[in-house]
């Protein structure tokens, strides 16, 4: 089986910055793409930022210049940086993990409880 456990949120003020952390453990999986996803209260969970396999990433419109995704390989983990903080990146974190579990051939996604982000201004 596959665990994704994300860690680093918490409050923060506008202007600042956050690092949100998601780890994966799991024998005979391979990851395809990791990516992050927001869902505020009242709201869908919407897609922030991934990051593929290959190096490439990609974020949504209302983050990018303030969001950075990266990849730990040391930790088998992906990092979300937050930073000029703004009220409107509060809301839940989740962090999925798309892949392929052996025996199957089929990608699958796996989700982490997620970690709450609150700005306050």
């Known amino acids: 089986q596959v665990r994704v456990v994300e860690s680093g949120g918490g409050l923060g003020q506008t202007g600042g910055s956050l690092r949100l952390s998601c780890e994966v453990s799991?024998?005979?999986?391979?990851?395809?793409?990791m990516a992050w996803h927001r869902q505020a209260p009242g709201n869908e969970r919407d897609l922030v930022a991934s990051?593929?396999?290959?190096?490439?990433?990609e974020y949504a419109d209302s983050v990018k210049g303030r969001f950075t995704i990266s990849r730990d390989y040391a930790k088998n983990a992906v990092n979300l940086q937050i930073a000029s903080l703004q009220p409107e990146d509060t809301g839940m974190y989740y962090c999925?993990?798309?892949?392929?579990?052996?025996?199957?051939?089929?990608?699958?996604?796996?989700w982490g409880q997620g970690t709450q982000v609150t700005v306050s201004s």
């Open positions: 799991g024998d005979r999986f391979r990851i395809i793409e």
């Open positions: 990051l593929h396999a290959s190096g490439h990433a």
């Open positions: 999925r993990i798309n892949g392929l579990l052996e025996p199957s051939i089929r990608r699958q996604d796996f």
